[in-house]
């Protein structure tokens, strides 16, 4: 498969999760920020911008050969809008950089650091699949942390139980 098609497929893919992201984004609470159901668990305002943030990472991914978390600016959203606008941000980002892919940059390596030491290496072909999968991934995780804090969990892939189809 060529390279250009493959990064159009990753934008397809991406875009066809943006609503749902979006509906979960939006329905988080500042006030709930702080909150994690156990004591190992990432609070829920970390998660919350995991999820907005990731699209940023498809960006980087896409542009450039690594991420290394040393050096990897995070936002500290104090409002759900700061989160949403984030995201959006983050989004235009990701599909801008999947659109400049070029033929051969799928077969580059992308590298994974924390501190200048690699933690992880593939191709970026091979890192955006994954990157996607993580990204809903954390979504379904988000979700949990919704109905355990009693906030509505929109449709995703088919009516939630929050739905008007199931009351």
């Not at 390596?109 to 191709?123: D, V």
């Amino acid at each position: 498969m060529n390279d250009v098609f493959l990064a159009q497929e990753y934008a397809k893919e991406l875009e066809a999760e943006v609503p749902a992201t979006l509906k979960c984004l939006e329905r988080i609470p500042p006030e709930l920020f702080g909150w994690k159901p156990h004591e190992k668990s990432m609070e829920l305002g970390y998660l919350t911008l995991l999820v907005a943030e990731i699209p940023l990472w498809i960006a980087h991914i896409a542009r450039d050969p690594e991420i290394d978390f040393a050096t990897f600016k995070h936002i500290e959203a104090k409002t759900t809008q700061e989160v949403v606008d984030h995201f959006h941000q983050n989004l235009a980002q990701a599909k801008q950089a999947l659109q400049g892919i070029a033929e051969g940059d799928m077969d580059k390596p992308f590298y994974l650091k924390a501190n200048g030491q690699i933690i992880f290496t593939s191709t970026k072909h091979d890192t955006l699949g994954s990157t996607l999968n993580h990204w809903v991934h954390h979504r379904g995780q988000l979700t949990v942390y919704m109905r355990l804090n009693d906030i509505a969990v929109p449709s995703i892939y088919g009516p939630s139980a929050d739905d008007k189809v199931f009351g």
